[in-house]
Nanobody
Framework: QVRLIESGGGLVQAGGSLRLSCAAS????????MGWFRQAPGKEREFVAA????????YYSDSAKGRFTISRDNGENTGYLQMNSLKPDDTAVYYC???????????????????WGRGTQVTVSS
């Protein structure tokens, strides 16, 4: 069993930055693809970014491309999402996810995810 715990969310002004962290328990973290998703009020959960198990390959949604960077430290069992140039539309609960499948398969609908975190709130004020 894998447990994912997100942190780093908060309130930030438009144009600001936040760095989300995802701490994982269990030995399977380094062998799985890791991703970030978000869900705004009244909307479906959507894919944001994913990284391969080794950290070599990444994939981003169009809204995240150029502003967000996903990374991971397998030695620390931790994943990250660096978010820059934040916009009010980025306001959502952000979820960390882990998958045994390819990192790209986290971007399809429904996403191929085996474990979810409980989420961390990100609020961007205008």
């Amino acid at each position: 069993q894998v447990r994912l715990i997100e942190s780093g969310g908060g309130l930030v002004q438009a144009g600001g930055s936040l760095r989300l962290s995802c701490a994982a328990s269990g030995r399977t973290f380094s062998s799985g693809a890791m991703g970030w998703f978000r869900q705004a009020p009244g909307k479906e959960r959507e894919f944001v970014a994913a990284v391969s198990s080794s950290g070599t390959n990444t994939y981003y949604s169009d809204s995240a491309k150029g502003r967000f960077t996903i990374s991971r430290d397998n030695g620390e069992n931790t994943g990250y999402l660096q978010m820059n140039s934040l916009k009010p539309d980025d306001t959502a609960v952000y979820y960390c996810a882990l998958a045994r499948s390819s990192f790209f398969m986290m971007s399809v609908r429904p996403p191929q995810v085996d474990y979810w975190g409980r989420g961390t709130q990100v609020t961007v004020s205008s």
